[in-house]
């Protein structure tokens, strides 16, 4: 059973009953057979599909916001821009696919020798719970254009999420069984992978979760992208923008009640402005209002779960008693839902819980570096490698140092994001392989080499 509980209330929503091993197993086979007449279709065929998805997306955006503000606590006003974001997916693939996977004519001793990008059949995609929307399209419209069919095991947190995403297909008019929704129980997830007629597998997640997902995948000789955890560093030197940085560090750290892979979770400040951009940071966090995530004033919406909330306590509470300064929040609040408040800890260490784990929650560590020398060695000390951002006036200094900055994705003076027209991935613990762009299209294709004489 799928029990989705709205982290506001405490309360249950509504039970979902879980597939049985051999319902698990039927829907794979549905979708497989759906496979030889997807990948039959041409492209603008596909894409016909894929926009008359990105239209349902849209038409129902009201309500998929409002499903996630109530699962997982999402703000509504964030929800609405992660539908549109998904729908954009859809018809930024539907657009490109073609051209992204045309053929390529290579040099040999062939008459005529090229590499042609084919489908390599039913995916299995693994999703988390907080960016129900987007993540699932980051994986389905780019795996669905180049002509795989895909099974989506969404996060038992959004269940109701889930299957919208599935009526937005059917509204579509899609044909059927190309995009089929496996509400299973995590224990029935290696079941799936080793079905026989899954030909690859997608996850977003944490670290611990994916390397298992890796093993059971490997196991069976089948490949992964995975996107998993971060503790993105943004470096900040005294020649940057200090506003702008702060406003963009700020709006990064709390996106999603600052739970996200990707958002700036280090913030390494330069040693001579260091006391001035921990208060510009302060002043603007001690702004965000939390509360009901349907209102539309509502800045910051609850942890998701309760289990997430005590762990991100922990956190906090480990890092105060290492030496750290607490500038802002720390204090587990008592009352319904699971809110924690919006917090800042200054004077952070290598040695401390909060910049060696990663941190899921409003929670921002304060780094001080004396040059930026140490600033890159603090930014790279890390088990992760997802994204990282500078803010420096030095525009040669700034690419000298993404450069060397150890991550898949580094922004200069801006916000660290996914965005469908660039690829998207991390290295280390982060995972491997990249979604998005030209690249995360040709993860789950036969790069085929055809040679003439």
Same mark, same amino acid.
């Given at each position: 059973m799928?029990i989705?509980?709205? &982290?506001?209330?405490?309360?249950?929503?509504?039970?979902? &009953?879980?597939?049985?091993?051999?319902q698990?197993h039927?829907?794979?086979?549905?979708a497989?057979?759906?496979?030889?007449?997807?990948?039959?279709?041409?492209?603008?065929?596909?894409?016909?599909?894929?926009?008359?998805?990105?239209?349902?997306?849209?038409?129902?955006?009201?309500?998929?916001?409002?499903?996630?503000?109530?699962?997982?606590g999402? !703000?509504?006003?964030?929800?609405? &821009?992660?539908?549109?974001?998904?729908?954009?997916?859809c018809?930024f693939?539907?657009?490109?696919?073609?051209?992204?996977?045309?053929?390529?004519?290579?040099?040999?001793?062939?008459?005529?020798?090229?590499?042609?990008?084919?489908?390599?059949?039913?995916?299995?995609?693994?999703?988390?719970?907080?960016?129900?929307?987007w993540?699932a399209?980051?994986?389905?419209a780019?795996?669905?254009?180049?002509?795989?069919?895909?099974?989506m095991?969404?996060?038992?947190?959004?269940?109701?999420?889930?299957?919208?995403?599935?009526?937005?297909f059917?509204?579509?008019?899609?044909?059927?069984?190309?995009?089929?929704?496996?509400?299973?129980?995590?224990?029935?997830?290696?079941?799936?992978?080793?079905?026989?007629?899954?030909?690859a597998?997608?996850?977003?997640g944490?670290?611990?979760a994916?390397?298992?997902?890796?093993?059971?995948?490997?196991?069976?000789?089948?490949p992964?992208?995975?996107?998993l955890?971060?503790?993105? &560093?943004?470096?900040?030197?005294?020649?940057?923008?200090?506003?702008?940085?702060a406003d963009?560090?700020?709006l990064?750290?709390?996106?999603?009640?600052?739970?996200?892979?990707?958002?700036?979770?280090?913030?390494?400040?330069?040693?001579?402005?260091y006391?001035?951009?921990?208060?510009?940071?302060?002043?603007?966090?001690?702004?965000?209002?939390l509360?009901d !995530?349907?209102?539309?004033d509502?800045?910051?919406?609850?942890?998701?779960?309760?289990?997430?909330?005590?762990?991100?306590?922990?956190?906090?509470?480990?890092?105060?008693?290492?030496?750290?300064k607490?500038?802002?929040?720390?204090?587990?609040?008592?009352?319904k839902?699971?809110?924690?408040?919006?917090?800042l800890?200054?004077?952070?260490?290598?040695?401390?819980?909060?910049?060696?784990?990663?941190?899921f929650?409003?929670?921002?560590?304060?780094?001080?570096?004396?040059?930026?020398?140490?600033?890159?060695?603090?930014?790279?000390?890390?088990?992760?490698?997802?994204?990282?951002a500078?803010?420096?006036?030095?525009?040669?200094?700034?690419?000298?140092?993404?450069?060397?900055?150890?991550?898949?994705?580094?922004?200069?003076?801006?916000i660290?994001?996914?965005? !469908?027209?660039?690829?998207?991935?991390?290295?280390k613990?982060?995972?491997?392989?990249?979604?998005?762009?030209?690249?995360?299209?040709?993860?789950f294709?036969?790069?085929?080499?055809?040679?003439?004489?």
């Amino acid at each position: 059973m799928l029990i989705a509980r709205n &982290p506001y209330t405490g309360a249950v929503i509504e039970e979902y &009953p879980a597939l049985s091993n051999e319902q698990l197993h039927e829907r794979i086979g549905d979708a497989d057979r759906a496979f030889d007449g997807w990948q039959a279709m041409t492209y603008p065929a596909r894409a016909e599909v894929l926009r008359a998805v990105a239209r349902e997306l849209r038409n129902d955006k009201q309500r998929l916001a409002k499903t996630m503000a109530i699962e997982m606590g999402k !703000p509504i006003k964030e929800g609405g &821009p992660e539908v549109e974001k998904a729908a954009v997916c859809c018809e930024f693939y539907a657009d490109n696919a073609e051209t992204f996977l045309s053929k390529e004519e290579l040099p040999s001793d062939a008459s005529l020798s090229y590499v042609c990008y084919q489908p390599l059949g039913t995916l299995l995609g693994i999703l988390p719970w907080n960016a129900p929307a987007w993540l699932a399209f980051r994986y389905l419209a780019p795996a669905l254009m180049a002509g795989n069919t895909c099974v989506m095991k969404h996060d038992p947190n959004v269940p109701g999420s889930a299957r919208l995403i599935a009526e937005a297909f059917q509204r579509a008019g899609a044909p059927e069984n190309i995009m089929v929704n496996l509400p299973i129980e995590t224990a029935q997830v290696e079941s799936a992978i080793r079905d026989p007629r899954i030909m690859a597998v997608s996850f977003t997640g944490s670290a611990g979760a994916g390397s298992k997902v890796a093993a059971v995948a490997g196991s069976e000789i089948k490949p992964t992208v995975l996107e998993l955890g971060g503790s993105d &560093p943004c470096i900040v030197l005294a020649d940057a923008d200090l506003d702008a940085a702060a406003d963009i560090a700020v709006l990064s750290r709390i996106i999603n009640a600052g739970q996200s892979c990707i958002a700036a979770k280090r913030i390494i400040i330069e040693e001579s402005i260091y006391d001035d951009f921990c208060e510009r940071l302060r002043s603007r966090l001690a702004k965000l209002k939390l509360g009901d !995530p349907l209102s539309a004033d509502t800045d910051i919406g609850p942890i998701a779960r309760a289990d997430l909330r005590d762990n991100l306590h922990r956190q906090v509470s480990e890092t105060i008693e290492a030496g750290a300064k607490c500038l802002l929040g720390g204090e587990l609040p008592s009352g319904k839902g699971y809110f924690y408040p919006v917090t800042l800890l200054t004077d952070v260490e290598e040695n401390m819980c909060a910049f060696k784990e990663e941190t899921f929650g409003p929670l921002m560590a304060a780094i001080k570096a004396s040059d930026i020398e140490e600033a890159v060695q603090l930014a790279n000390e890390t088990p992760y490698g997802l994204g990282a951002a500078i803010w420096t006036g030095n525009a040669e200094l700034a690419r000298e140092v993404a450069d060397r900055l150890e991550a898949g994705q580094v922004a200069i003076n801006g916000i660290v994001k996914t965005d !469908p027209r660039l690829p998207s991935g991390g290295i280390k613990r982060s995972g491997y392989g990249r979604e998005l762009g030209p690249h995360g299209i040709k993860e789950f294709v036969n790069a085929k080499q055809i040679w003439i004489k």
